[in-house]
């Protein structure tokens, strides 16, 4: 009994899931905007979070170091 009610609650959802993909308006790949900033030692790719997400590391921790050398807080 049980078994039936969870089969046919995952049908139910199934079937809502389709129907709204079919009704969902396709985007347009027309043309693909990638925004690449110049001050990157290396070409940012928009697919490639990683590397950006280093880079931004190494930026910031650069900025505290030389934040830190300024104030005279911490060598």
């Known amino acids: 009994m049980r078994t039936t009610v969870v089969l046919i609650i995952a049908a139910v959802l199934g079937c809502l ?3 709204q993909k079919r009704h969902e308006p396709a985007a347009p ?5 990638v925004a690449q900033k110049a ?3 290396r070409p940012v790719s928009e ?3 990683a590397k ?3 880079d931004t590391t190494r930026k910031v921790t650069d900025q505290v170091s030389k934040q830190r050398q300024e ?4 060598k």
């Not at 790949?29 to 905007?33: D, E, K, L």
């Not at 104030?71 to 911490?74: F, K, L, P």
């Open 52 to 54: 950006r997400s280093l």
């Open 17 to 19: 899931f389709l129907v």
């Open 29 to 33: 790949s027309a043309a693909p905007a």
């Open 71 to 74: 104030d005279g807080t911490r």
């Open 47 to 49: 697919h490639n979070w």
């Open 39 to 41: 001050a990157s030692p």
